[in-house]
């Protein structure tokens, strides 16, 4: 059995699923507009240009929505999946999926994005391995605003990884062939621990360091 991770955010659909989250929060009347999408903007800019504080943003990206009723949220994560992801699932991206799915490999989709706005899109993708950011949870089940445990983010990646590959009894050592898709950067600690890494739909960064290294470049869709 090989092992096969992908990065979700303009890697298997072509855009950031956690801002566009905050974009569809705006079209709810959840936050307020200009003052939302300008901070909603910046914590992109800031991940793009690998700044981010990720704790920083997890505070500010469930503020809006962690109090509300679980019906109004699955309401709007329904809603979200239908106008916004179900049209970004484009057929190359899929049908990558599904090939190293019939190859027999272990898929998993490895997401600095929280699980909130991830699992329904794994789900979609029948992917049964996300590795997203976990959301820390009260006394009674409420999101805290914080982050449970190490957050799969840049180095947290690898940590992540490793870490649940071991609940399976793995090793990444145990592995023939370990692919990893990515279009950022920030996934290089992940990105080298692969015998097939492939930059895919890359930044202009990553893919002039890609192929400074001879790694595969991919192009899924354009972004």
Same mark, same amino acid.
């Given at each position: 059995?090989?092992?096969?991770?992908?990065?979700?955010?303009? $890697?298997?659909?072509?855009?950031?699923?956690?801002? %566009?989250?905050?974009?569809?929060?705006?079209? *709810?009347?959840? /936050? =307020?507009? @200009?003052?939302?999408?300008?901070?909603?903007?910046?914590?992109?800019?800031?991940?793009?240009?690998?700044?981010?504080?990720?704790?920083?943003?997890?505070?500010?990206?469930?503020?809006?929505?962690?109090?509300?009723?679980?019906?109004?949220?699955?309401?709007?994560?329904?809603?979200?999946?239908?106008?916004?992801?179900?049209?970004?699932?484009?057929?190359?991206?899929?049908?990558?999926?599904?090939?190293?799915?019939?190859?027999?490999?272990?898929?998993?989709?490895?997401?600095? $994005?929280?699980?909130?706005?991830?699992?329904?899109? %794994?789900?979609?993708?029948?992917?049964?391995? *996300?590795?997203? /950011? =976990?959301? @820390?949870?009260?006394?009674?089940?409420?999101?805290?605003?914080?982050?449970?445990?190490?957050?799969?983010?840049?180095?947290?990646?690898?940590?992540?990884?490793?870490?649940?590959?071991?609940?399976?009894?793995?090793?990444?050592?145990?592995?023939?062939?370990?692919?990893?898709?990515?279009?950022?950067?920030?996934?290089?600690?992940?990105?080298?621990?692969?015998?097939?890494?492939?930059?895919?739909?890359?930044?202009?960064?990553?893919?002039?360091?890609?192929?400074?290294?001879?790694?595969?470049?991919?192009?899924?869709?354009?972004?």
């Amino acid at each position: 059995m090989n092992l096969c991770l992908f990065d979700l955010d303009h $890697t298997l659909i072509p855009l950031d699923s956690d801002h %566009a989250w905050g974009e569809h929060m705006l079209r *709810l009347g959840w /936050v =307020e507009t @200009e003052e939302f999408r300008r901070a909603n903007d910046a914590f992109y800019v800031q991940y793009q240009a690998g700044t981010l504080d990720i704790h920083e943003y997890i505070e500010f990206a469930t503020r809006a929505w962690r109090d509300r009723p679980a019906a109004e949220l699955a309401a709007a994560q329904a809603g979200f999946m239908r106008e916004v992801i179900a049209p970004a699932m484009l057929p190359a991206a899929i049908a990558l999926v599904r090939d190293h799915q019939a190859r027999g490999d272990l898929v998993a989709i490895v997401t600095a $994005t929280n699980e909130f706005v991830t699992t329904p899109i %794994a789900r979609a993708f029948d992917v049964p391995h *996300l590795l997203a /950011v =976990e959301l @820390e949870r009260g006394p009674t089940g409420n999101i805290t605003g914080r982050i449970h445990g190490t957050p799969s983010f840049r180095d947290g990646k690898t940590t992540r990884t490793r870490e649940w590959l071991a609940g399976l009894g793995h090793r990444l050592q145990d592995f023939e062939r370990i692919s990893v898709y990515s279009d950022s950067p920030n996934d290089l600690p992940l990105l080298e621990c692969a015998t097939d890494p492939v930059a895919t739909n890359p930044s202009p960064t990553l893919e002039t360091l890609a192929r400074g290294r001879g790694w595969r470049v991919l192009q899924l869709f354009t972004q």
